[in-house]
């Protein structure tokens, strides 16, 4: 189950980059390039804060095995 979600989060990211490619390429103006790249970066740290947030024993456990 690790390494699934492993692999979604590295489809999610991967995806992510090229959008944001996408994107940023068909602006013209600086400031929504800016604004756009600021908007993207945020939504792909909202799994971090997610995972932030969560509180039990199974994530303390695995925490402590990842040191």
Do not use: G, H, W
Not at 10 to 37: D, G, K, P, Q, R
């Amino acid at each position: 189950m690790p390494l699934f979600i492993c692999y979604l989060k590295l489809i999610v990211e991967f995806t992510l980059e090229v959008e944001s490619l996408l994107i940023t390429a068909t602006m013209t103006a600086t400031i929504e390039v800016v604004l756009n790249y600021i908007a993207l970066i945020v939504i792909s740290e909202l799994d971090e804060i997610y995972y932030d947030q969560v509180r039990s024993k199974l994530k303390e456990e695995f925490e402590d095995r990842e040191l």
